[in-house]
């Protein structure tokens, strides 16, 4: 096809990595996973659908700067770990790998996360003392790397066009709280019990609204940024289908699952204690309290268009999974 792009796709196995894959071959590109383990059930089912796996460690620059070879976009995020500095390595060797790969590479599109670049202005959040580091955002580091990814991406198209390379193009995606955190293995870390008794134990609160989104529809966004470079260039495209309390969230789920789902709201010094010990579940869902997100979901429909119609329904992604919630 005369419009098929050469795609690398980065954190291929991933839930967001498995949607772009998949969405990039549906429109016609060639697509090269980058896969760590190329015998893992994962990989060989992209295999299985027609991309090409590419074996590489993120780690290996030189790995990284092979796979980007003769590609036309490539695709990132950010990775998260408990050791910060070496997931902005991690991710920023990509960024690395396509700037080697100029002569060819036109877009760089990264996946970051909603509200990313406005920290500054989160409830809580300022400059640590040099000397105490205990008055630091519980998510500091999560927040800062996710910038200076952005920065980082949004550079390297800089760069090339001052060094006459060919990449003229950056897209950002910024999804929303992901609806595979109702899957195993994250569920088990997001709502302890849950398994169990079916009881939404959180720290959110009755009001706040939760934007929702299939991870794997990231894969749409970058399909059409992909497609249509000229509109989608320059640009940071929030992702959510639905914003929901977490009320609503429980009566969706009573519906796929055909019980009750009750909720179990933490206290604040439940939720506070949980901070102190350093639980990331507890940190993140008090942002969510004190940062509304509910706007992604109409900046999603004006970012997308008519495309938005196809992201998947909060509804139709519980009726796909309820024998794995």
């Known amino acids: 096809m005369s ?12 839930n967001q990595g498995r949607g772009v894959v998949q969405h990039c071959l549906a429109a016609g590109h060639q697509v090269s996973a980058y896969v760590r383990d190329p015998t893992t059930p994962a990989a060989t089912q992209l295999a299985q659908w027609g991309a090409t796996l ?31 500095e070496g997931d902005l390595q991690r991710s920023s060797n990509v960024i690395l790998a396509a700037q080697a790969a100029a002569a060819t590479v036109t877009h760089v599109i990264v996946s970051t996360a909603l509200k990313t670049g406005q ?22 580091q999560y927040w800062l790397n996710k910038h200076t990814l952005e920065n980082r991406v949004r550079a390297t198209a800089a760069a090339a066009l001052s060094s006459d390379g060919v990449i003229r193009h950056w897209t950002i995606v910024r999804p929303g709280h992901y609806l595979q955190n109702l899957l195993p293995p994250v569920k088990a870390l997001m709502f302890p019990g849950f398994e169990q008794d079916r009881v939404l134990r959180v720290g959110w609160r009755p009001e706040t609204q939760l934007p929702w989104v299939d991870a794997g529809d990231v894969g749409i966004a970058v399909a059409a940024a992909i497609a249509h470079p000229e509109r989608y260039s320059h640009r940071a495209i929030d992702l959510a289908v639905e914003a929901l309390t977490v009320e609503q969230l429980a009566a969706k789920l009573g519906r796929a699952l055909s019980q009750a789902v009750p909720v179990q709201y933490r206290s604040e010094d439940e939720v506070d204690e949980m ?51």
């Open 3 to 14: 419009h098929s792009k050469k795609v690398l796709v980065t954190f291929a196995t991933g």
């Open 275 to 325: 901070i102190r010990l350093g639980n990331p579940v507890a940190a993140a869902q008090r942002w969510a309290n004190q940062v509304p997100g509910e706007d992604a979901v109409g900046n999603c429909r004006d970012d997308l268009g008519d495309l938005a119609h196809a992201l998947t329904s909060v509804d139709a992604f519980l009726a796909a999974h309820a024998s794995r919630i």
């Open 54 to 84: 590419v074996p590489g460690d993120l780690d290996d620059l030189e790995a990284l700067r092979a796979a980007t070879h003769g590609m036309d976009a490539v695709f990132l995020t950010g990775v998260q770990t408990d050791d910060s």
């Open 119 to 140: 920290h500054a202005s989160f409830p809580g959040w300022e400059e640590p003392d040099s000397h105490d580091d205990a008055r630091a955002h519980p998510r500091r």
